[in-house]
Every structure is written in C-alpha cells, then in structure tokens.
Nanobody
Framework: QVQLVESGGGLVQPGGSLRLSCAASGFTLDDYTIGWFRQVPGKEREGVSCISNSERDTYYADSVRGRFAISRDNAKNTVYLQMNSLKPEDTAVYYC???????????????????WGQGTQVTVSS
C-alpha cells in the first residue's frame, strides 16, 4: 500500500528552523518526483519545493528560495524539507506528494501530483 507520512511540524519563533520529513512506504521514493506544498485555510494549495527522480533536479518557489532546502535519504526512503529563517507567513499545513509520471525538471502544479500525505502543521509565531 502506497503511503506518505509527514512529520516534523510544530511551533517555532520567527527566524527559527524546522526540518520536515516525508516517509514513504509501498514504493521506492527515489524513482519518482516528490513535491512539498502548503495550504492556509481559505487559500489555494501552494507549491513550495520539488525534487525529481534520480537526476536530482530541484526547484523552489520564490517565496522560499534561499531559505528552504529539499533533499532525499534513499536508505530511509524519506524526503526532507529543511526550513530556515522561518517567517510568520510560512505558517501553514505542509504536505508532501508524489508525481508518478514526473520527469525532470520537476514542477509545482498540484494537479500533477497523484498521491498525498496527511499533512503536518507548521506555525511560526512569537
């Protein structure tokens, strides 16, 4: 059974850091494009970052470029999102998702992604 489980969210002060994890089961994560998205109630889901399959292409939304970093640990079948210099506007529920048919370069259109995790809440507040 294909499953994605996000973890690592929480409450952090502005300027702080968090590392989100997206643990996969039922498939080999390295074979596919994985994206991170976020959503605030009442707003559309926003693409944050993606990493393509074995070619390791990555992409970041302008709002997070230079502050966030996406990476894979194939031994753990997990993708990470390291988030630094967090701002209150980064507050959202963060989701990871699989694009089964994705090829490099990866893209951040939610409709291209086929399977989603349950999300993890990130709150940036003093």
């Amino acid at each position: 059974q294909v499953q994605l489980v996000e973890s690592g969210g929480g409450l952090v002060q502005p300027g702080g850091s968090l590392r989100l994890s997206c643990a996969a089961s039922g498939f080999t994560l390295d074979d596919y494009t994985i994206g991170w998205f976020r959503q605030v109630p009442g707003k559309e889901r926003e693409g944050v970052s993606c990493i393509s399959n074995s070619e390791r292409d990555t992409y970041y939304a302008d709002s997070v470029r230079g502050r966030f970093a996406i990476s894979r640990d194939n031994a753990k079948n997990t993708v990470y999102l390291q988030m630094n210099s967090l701002k209150p506007e980064d507050t959202a529920v963060y989701y990871c998702a699989i694009d089964w048919a994705g090829e490099p370069p990866c893209i951040l259109f939610p409709n291209e992604y086929d399977h989603w995790g349950q999300g993890t809440q990130v709150t940036v507040s003093s």
